[in-house]
């Protein structure tokens, strides 16, 4: 989301518009032409900080009478909303208990969805799945029309394929691993979200004369501490590596000999198509927004839904012997080409362009 934020934010500015970034936190260089506002806020809970900052950021923008307010979080008074989070009432409802539902933290956000997607609202919506579309009609009677599908966005230059074996020698000398070494590749934060524990499981299930020389490695920000100790409890210290983020995803996505998405909950799965443009073969839940890609490029295995460990990790292991992987790894890459063709990174701000004139014109 924050690599879109400022791709938009920079493809404005071409465009000739002033353009103002509101934050809490800004981490790296500040982009050239444009305004960051930090305003850091302090409070007991983060929900109390969130307000505070909203709060502030209103005031500046209604003193400057800025045209036109796209917003990356949910709050009330957007021209317009990135839409990149699941449907917080529908989990709320269908994966928390009565009693989380009462919590005043939980009431603060379902509050700033309804002030997004209530039919009385006026806010538009820019969405990079439809996935959740439903869920936010059958809350909220969102209108059809003020949805505005955004397709998927790869960035060309990040995403140059290298030499393979080079990158499969990067990938193994980074992390200590033996040249023969079968690796899957775990990235994105929020290891629990993100499904590691099921990787880990199906990881445990293989055969040991596999999983002797079979590594998992996640990578993103996130506690490791959970997994960390599931792993060891499992007798995995040597198969499991967890890491920080880093810069290198492309290039650890292109020397992995598996990428996989296992997720529980995800709107889209950005990572999905990145692993195809890296020409990953990817193993990857079917609750994931951007599953279907996969299905439809026939880029690897989609673990339907309802879960099932037992079938994960007979597709886990699949996904090591199938002498498809060549040809997935190739219908990936095929696939990709035609999404990056479909968003060349202006998606995004040529829909924001058409609303603020419209606007201005009502």
């Known amino acids: 989301m924050q690599r879109d934020m400022l791709r938009t934010a920079n493809e404005l500015v071409k465009r000739g518009h002033q353009v103002e970034i509101f934050t809490m936190l800004w981490d790296g260089d500040f ?6 506002h930090v305003l850091p806020q302090k409070g007991l809970f983060n929900y109390y900080r969130y307000q505070k900052f909203i709060d502030v950021v ?15 979080n949910r709050m009330a008074g957007l021209d317009a909303h990135f839409a990149a989070d699941p449907c917080f009432i529908e989990r709320a409802h269908k994966q928390r208990s009565f009693l989380y539902r ?37 809350w909220y009677g969102t209108q059809d029309e003020r949805f505005h599908y955004i397709p998927p966005f790869l960035s060309p230059e990040r995403f140059v394929l290298q030499d393979k074996q080079a990158m499969r020698a990067h990938l193994r000398q980074v992390f200590g691993f033996a040249e023969n070494d079968f690796v899957y590749l775990l990235t994105g934060s929020g290891f629990a979200m993100k499904g590691l524990d099921r990787a880990i499981l199906a990881i445990a299930a293989l055969p040991e004369n596999l999983r002797v020389n079979t590594r998992l490695v996640a990578v993103g920000q996130d506690n490791p501490k959970n997994f960390s100790q599931m792993a060891k409890k499992l007798g995995l210290e040597k198969n499991v590596v967890i890491s920080k983020g880093r810069p290198d995803i492309p290039q650890l996505m292109q020397g ?46 989609v673990s339907e839904m309802p879960f099932n460990q037992e079938r994960f990790n ?29 968003n060349d990174g202006s998606a995004e701000a040529n829909i924001l362009i058409d609303l603020a004139q419209k606007k201005l014109q009502s």
């Open 102 to 138: 009462l919590l005043p933290r939980t009431k603060w956000f379902a509050a700033c969805e309804k002030a997004i997607f209530s039919h009385e609202s006026k806010t538009e919506i820019l969405a990079v799945s439809l996935t959740e579309k439903q869920n936010f009609q059958k």
């Open 58 to 72: 209103f005031a500046q923008v209604n003193e400057q009478h800025i045209d036109y307010v796209f917003g990356y």
């Open 314 to 342: 007979e597709q886990f292991l699949a996904m090591m012997q199938s002498g498809q992987k060549a040809q997935w790894s190739a219908n990936g890459l095929k696939y990709v080409k035609a999404i990056m063709q479909a």
């Open 31 to 36: 982009p050239q032409g444009i305004q960051v």
């Open 256 to 301: 992995a000999d598996v990428c996989i998405h296992p997720a529980y909950r995800e709107n889209t799965g950005l990572v999905i198509l990145e692993a195809m443009a890296c020409g990953a073969p990817i193993l990857v839940t079917e609750s994931c927004g951007y599953a279907h890609h996969v299905a439809d490029a026939k880029a690897g295995i």
